[in-house]
């Protein structure tokens, strides 16, 4: 059987300056918000109408962010950490991403939730060494 003859193809190159992306972010990326799109999250939940409001205390430094609520004779304490660093704040000290604090009135700590990490410790005393999530 004999051979096509072949024919010589053109191949264009297309151009599209005015419709041009930069910085395109990666798919683990994508999810995180940039500092102009962060906005407060507004936490709901009910209560009786002899309660007092809670007192939401926002905490922030270089390592996390997070948040005090006493409300209900009731303490929480929310933390998320925001770079590769620990969280230290208020007394806690973690390499979770997202730590939270269950305390009575007192101080005294009822539960702790970590997501991710190693340690969790509270005012010094550790609380979590080995890789657990809910304590």
Known sequence: MSKKPTTLKSVETLKHDANRRKNILTAECQSVPKPEERKPVTVLYPRKAADPAPVIAP???????????????RRYRLFIRRNAEAIALDGCQSDADLVALFEDASGHLHRAVRVGGTHLSVNGQVVAQEITTVL
């Not at 962010?65 to 209900?72: K, L, M, N, P, V």
């Open 59 to 73: 905490l922030l430094d270089g390592t996390g962010e997070g948040a005090r609520i006493e409300a209900d004779g």
